[in-house]
Nanobody, 120 residues
Framework: QVQLVESGGGLVQAGGSLRLSCAAS????????MAWYRRAPGNERELVAA???????NYAVSVKGRFTISRDNAKNTVYLQMNSLTPEDTAVYYC??????????????WGQGTQVTVSS
């Protein structure tokens, strides 16, 4: 059983910063790509940023230059540093991990979500 534990959400003023963390644990062959998604009220879930096990990253256009995704493979943890936050970044942020089981199946795992609220 794989668990994802997220932390770091909260309330911040526009222009401020937050850092999200997501620690993955469980008996699994490997944690592959790790990513952050978000869902704002009335909107569909969207990819914010992703990082491969080798460190390659990609970002949504709306966050490029402001957000930085990173991971610590030894801790199976992914981080999202969010700077220059705007009210448009207000959403529930979800951690997502692509895992390979001991039976070589690819499985998507999701965290419970953490609220980020940016006040103007």
């Amino acid at each position: 059983q794989v668990q994802l534990v997220e932390s770091g959400g909260g309330l911040v003023q526009a222009g401020g910063s937050l850092r999200l963390s997501c620690a993955a644990s469980g008996s699994i062959r490997s944690f592959n790509t790790m990513a952050w998604y978000r869902r704002a009220p009335g909107n569909e879930r969207e990819l914010v940023a992703a990082v491969t096990r080798g460190g390659s990253t990609n970002y949504a256009v709306s966050v490029k230059g402001r957000f930085t995704i990173s991971r610590d493979n030894a801790k199976n943890t992914v981080y999202l540093q969010m700077n220059s936050l705007t009210p448009e970044d207000t959403a529930v942020y979800y951690c997502n991990v692509d895992g390979t089981t001991w039976y070589n199946r690819r499985v998507d795992y999701w965290g419970q979500g953490t609220q980020v609220t940016v006040s103007s």
